[in-house]
């Protein structure tokens, strides 16, 4: 079982300025339930990841990757009905970590929200999923 540490952009203000800005992407950044997205602003390629959620409860959401996509600067996408919701990473982050369309992960997040709001900031979480074993 791997496991990647994330981010969660979820309120307004951390999910419009997701990564705009950055020269460097430390870890994936997870925007629930969304299916479309764009590139404004942003210095570098990303590699967007499609989620369509199987189960959720109020801590895990169990999903399986259905697009992996690469996303130049200044670009807009729109992705399949079946969506839920992506995860935007440095390009090629999730095949060095042997991840692939088609595989089950589950999403948790651990940091709980904070007693008064902050509309900046982002919540830990982490990526769980099986590695293929299956020989081609």
């Given at each position: 079982?791997?496991?990647?540490?994330?981010?969660?952009?979820?309120?307004?203000?951390?999910?419009?300025?997701?990564?705009?800005?950055?020269?460097?992407?430390?870890?994936?950044?997870?925007?629930?339930?969304?299916?479309?997205?764009h590139s404004f602003f942003m210095k570098m390629p990303i590699e967007v990841i499609g989620l369509?959620?199987?189960?959720?409860?109020?801590?895990k959401i169990r999903a399986m990757v259905v697009s992996q996509t690469v996303l130049l600067p200044?670009?807009?996408?729109?992705?399949?009905?079946?969506?839920?919701?992506?995860?935007?990473?440095?390009?090629?982050?999730?095949?060095?970590?042997?991840?692939?369309?088609?595989?089950?992960?589950?999403?948790?997040?651990?940091?709980?929200?904070?007693?008064?709001?902050?509309?900046?900031?982002?919540?830990?979480?982490?990526?769980?999923?099986?590695?293929?074993?299956?020989?081609?």
């Amino acid at each position: 079982m791997r496991r990647i540490q994330m981010d969660g952009a979820t309120t307004f203000w951390s999910r419009f300025l997701g990564l705009m800005g950055k020269t460097k992407v430390d870890r994936p950044l997870w925007f629930p339930r969304c299916r479309s997205l764009h590139s404004f602003f942003m210095k570098m390629p990303i590699e967007v990841i499609g989620l369509a959620n199987i189960t959720q409860d109020k801590e895990k959401i169990r999903a399986m990757v259905v697009s992996q996509t690469v996303l130049l600067p200044w670009r807009t996408l729109v992705l399949s009905p079946h969506v839920d919701s992506v995860l935007e990473c440095p390009v090629g982050y999730f095949e060095q970590a042997g991840f692939s369309v088609g595989q089950r992960c589950t999403i948790t997040l651990t940091k709980r929200p904070y007693l008064f709001y902050q509309p900046f900031s982002k919540r830990e979480g982490y990526l769980t999923y099986e590695e293929d074993h299956s020989e081609g």
